[in-house]
């Protein structure tokens, strides 16, 4: 991060981003993603959540426009046998409700389409997911350190400001253990901060409603699946994971009246689904399947269950955010 970082201020001081723009034509699908947009410097939530706020979003949106021709899932078979040009999605995870308070509006305003991935289980039970309540327990916990010898083998000091290196620990040590150990885990940080789990009314008003999905998709957004509980489908059995991608599939089609043919896969890394997540989705019809570990497709290599996506972060500078979508050969 930090080499891109350096890469980038180097590009725009010297002039070179346009020339090597010129120099290094490209032409494939760049595909964005976002997950919240607004502020969560405050947030006692994952504030890693929010990937712009209301202005850089904006700034975003007309700047792509400029640059790239802006595209829906529904368009890819058609720029994909033609085979040239510069095409850019702009996608959003998880189905927040700034998605439809804040981002919504200004793609309305924009003319811009967009690609909604959401859980069906948090917009039907809404409560707080695993990584936002990971982060809640540890920052209204009045320890000042956590030991969990269990799970992870040095205590856990909360001593730095906004104890955002504790939350990134205890979230890298729920991704990597196996589905089924998830809520024994999550039990232990309830303990071991003395926050205790996190009540449904914490996360109440925290997802988007079918409603506001609805009216999202009579606008021309395209609503799609992301599971129903959001687990990392790798680490989970082959049942676990069609149900998860079925039941998403079935949510959407009686809620939005169409058949699920997008998705993108919870986390999004090269080992959060296999070849067994990709049998469930032939099964469930889907015809495109995103991660979520940078990079982007050259129609030359197109692979239509790893639609590469980057991740849009609040810590982009609008001339790094401009130079990945300028050069994404090099930066994306
Ligand atoms: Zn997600």
Partial sequence: MMKKAIATRLLCQSGLRALLGRAMEWSGVLVLNYHRVGNGKES??????WSADAEAFTDQIRFCKSQ??????????????????RYALITFDDGYRDNYETAFPILKAEGVPATFFVATGFVDNPQVPWWDE????????RQDRVELPEWIPAAISFDEPDREQAVRTLLRAYKAMPAES???????VADATRSGRCGTDVGRGLWMTWDMLREMRAAGMIVAGHSVTHPILARAPIERQREEILGCGTRLAEEIGEPMRYFSYPVGGPNSFNSGTQECLREAGVQYAFSY????RRFGDWSSYDVRRVAVETYLTADWFRSIVTLPQLLA
């Fill in 293 to 296: 570990y940078g990079g982007f």
């Fill in 134 to 141: 990971t982060a809640w327990m540890v920052r209204t916990s």
């Fill in 44 to 49: 006692s939530f994952d504030r890693g959540l």
């Fill in 182 to 188: 998830n809520g024994r885990y999550l039990d232990a």
């Fill in 68 to 85: 790239l021709d802006l595209i829906t899932p529904d368009d890819i078979p058609r720029v994909v046998a033609n085979g040239s040009g």
